[in-house]
C-alpha cells in the first residue's frame, strides 16, 4: 500500500469506504522481534497508516485535519507464544473465548455489540499499544478520530513445536481450529455507522477534552513550562492539546 502504483490502485476503493480494518502481523512489533521472533520481513504500520492517512483519505486537503471515518486496527495471531506472552495470560484467556451474545428478558439475542466483553480486552490490547508501540499509537491519535484496537485468532487455540524425522522444527495447532474474535471488529464497524448498537459505553482510545470533550487531541513528548519569578514562579507540564478549544494538560494514561 505504500508503492505509489498500488496506491493509485487500490486509493479509491479506500477513499469511498465507510470505514477500514487494518491487520497488523505481531512481526511488524519490534516487541515481538526483539523476542527472537523470526519471519518474512513486513512494512512498518505507521507508515502504511501514514500513507492511508496523507495520500489516500487525505490527498488534495489538509493533512493535519483528523480523519472521521472509523478504523478497526486489529492484531492477528494471538495464538502465537510470543503474542500470548507479551498480552499475558488473562487477556489471551479472554481471546480464546468465543463471542458472547448478548440476551434479552425474554432469552433471545439482542442485535448489540457485546461492550462488556470487548472492553476489559480493549484496555490491555491500548495498554499494550502504550507500552510496546507508542510511536503507532501516537499516530492513530494524531490522525484518526474514531479507532479501536482488536486481536484475533485464526485457529482458536494454542500451537505447540514438533519436529519431523530429518529435524526441521515446526508449529501445529493442539486443539481443533476455532477461528476467535473474528467478527468483533466488524460488528464495531456496524455499531460505529449505525446499523446496531451496544449493551454499555465502548471503552475508546483516545483521549477526550476534560474541557470540552472534543477527541481532536494532539499527543506529544511531556513539555515543562515555568512563567513568573520568586514566589510567583509556576511551573505545568502537558502532553495534550486540544485543537477545538486550545485547552493542555498532562494525561497520566500515556
Known amino acids: 500500500i505504500t508503492d505509489s502504483a498500488k496506491i493509485d490502485v487500490y486509493a479509491p476503493f479506500i477513499r469511498n469506504s465507510d470505514g477500514l480494518i487494518v491487520l497488523i502481523d505481531p512481526l511488524q512489533f519490534q516487541a515481538v522481534k526483539q523476542a527472537g ?27 493535519n485535519e483528523k480523519n472521521t471515518m472509523p478504523m478497526a486496527v486489529c492484531i492477528s495471531k494471538i495464538d502465537i507464544p510470543v503474542m500470548t506472552e507479551l498480552l499475558g495470560a488473562e487477556v489471551s484467556g479472554r481471546l480464546q473465548q468465543k463471542l458472547a451474545p448478548v440476551r434479552g428478558a425474554n432469552g433471545f439475542c439482542k442485535t448489540v ?3 462488556s466483553q470487548y472492553n476489559p480486552i480493549a484496555k490491555a490490547l491500548n495498554e499494550y499499544f502504550m507500552q510496546n ?18 486481536a484475533f485468532s485464526a485457529l482458536g487455540c494454542d500451537v505447540e513445536e514438533k519436529q519431523t524425522e530429518n529435524g526441521t522444527v515446526f508449529e501445529t495447532p493442539v486443539g481443533p481450529v476455532i477461528p476467535r474474535h473474528l467478527e468483533e471488529p466488524m460488528l ?6 449505525g446499523y446496531i448498537s451496544a449493551n454499555e459505553e465502548i471503552f475508546s482510545p483516545l483521549p477526550q477534552c476534560p474541557k470540552c470533550r472534543s477527541k ?30 486550545g485547552n493542555e494538560w498532562l494525561s497520566e494514561d500515556r
Open 133 to 150: 508501540a507508542y510511536a503507532l499509537a501516537q499516530a492513530m491519535m494524531n490522525s484518526y478520530t474514531e479507532y479501536a484496537w482488536f
Open 113 to 115: 455489540f457485546n461492550a
Open 216 to 245: 481532536s487531541i494532539d499527543m506529544f513528548d511531556t513539555v515543562t513550562n515555568t512563567n513568573g519569578f520568586g514566589p510567583f514562579k509556576k511551573t505545568w507540564q502537558y502532553n495534550c492539546r486540544c485543537r477545538e478549544c
Open 188 to 193: 464495531w464497524l456496524f455499531y460505529e455507522l
Open 37 to 63: 521472533m523470526e519471519g518474512e520481513r513486513k512494512e512498518d504500520p505507521i507508515t502504511v497508516l501514514q500513507t492511508i492517512h496523507t495520500k489516500i483519505l487525505k490527498s488534495g486537503q489538509d493533512a
